[in-house]
């Protein structure tokens, strides 16, 4: 079956460690996308790729960062300069270009302490 | 500045009891809106992309209608299992596949 894989679903870390999330999509996919949701929210962009080896930023990347080295995967590393970190984390691919719907994984509930 | 607001933020109906949902967008030039479901502690699913006004898709009880300004989500006869929160969002022309996300209407139906 094709779709997306985000794990681990629930993490857990200490104030001032970095963290990555993983995702991984098997729908050829050449477009990516990282989202914050946060309660009583909308879905907000953190950073998209829509090519290996190339990313931009989304409306809230400070704090984040990714790499895109495989067409298959783009994760996102939480480093301990985002300052509110606990949030559900979702991740994304489309087709390129626009017009197309975005395909999203199950998320990761990240929790900071 | 580019937005998308919902209405209402939270919707309680009876089964069988219609209704709508309202998603108005405010963007340069719309490339496409798009609906999607969430349900708690999981991943949106996609439901319908419409491109221009006057456009309507349907899926099951599910109805979406796009204006120049807004989109509607038209709920029929509605079952429990159609509670969830509903998502809207719009692309903008541009060269990129960026998604502008409204709040979300949280529709609960009782049986």
């Known amino acids: 079956d094709g779709g997306i894989t985000q794990s681990p679903k629930y993490l857990f870390r200490k104030e001032g460690q970095n963290v990555t999330l993983s995702c991984e999509q098997n729908l050829n996919h050449d477009a990516m996308y990282w989202y914050r949701q946060d309660p009583g929210q909308g879905l907000r962009l953190i950073y998209y790729?829509?090519?290996?080896?190339?990313?931009q930023k989304g409306d809230i990347a400070e704090g984040y960062s990714v790499s895109r080295e495989k067409k298959e995967s783009f994760p996102l590393t939480v480093t301990s300069a985002q300052k509110n970190p606990t949030a559900f984390y979702l991740c994304?691919?489309?087709?390129?270009?626009?017009?197309?719907?975005?395909?999203f994984g199950p998320g990761t509930r990240l929790t900071v302490t | 500045e580019d937005q998308v607001t919902q209405s209402p933020e939270a919707l309680r109906l009876q089964e069988g009891e219609s209704s709508s949902l309202n998603c108005s967008y405010t963007v340069s030039g719309l490339r496409g809106l798009f609906w999607y479901r969430q349900d708690p502690g999981k991943g949106p699913e996609f439901l319908f992309t419409l491109y221009s006004a006057g456009e309507e898709k349907e899926k099951e009880r599910l109805k979406a209608t796009l204006t120049k300004k807004e989109s509607f989500l038209h709920i029929t006869a509605p079952k429990p299992e159609d509670s969830a929160t509903y998502l809207c969002?719009?692309?903008?022309?541009?060269?990129?596949?960026?998604?502008?996300f409204g709040q979300g209407t949280t529709l609960q139906v009782k049986p």
């Open positions: 994304a691919s489309s087709l390129p270009g626009q017009g197309h719907e975005q395909y």
């Open positions: 969002a719009v692309q903008e022309t541009g060269n990129t596949g960026k998604l502008i």
């Open positions: 790729s829509q090519i290996v080896n190339d990313f």
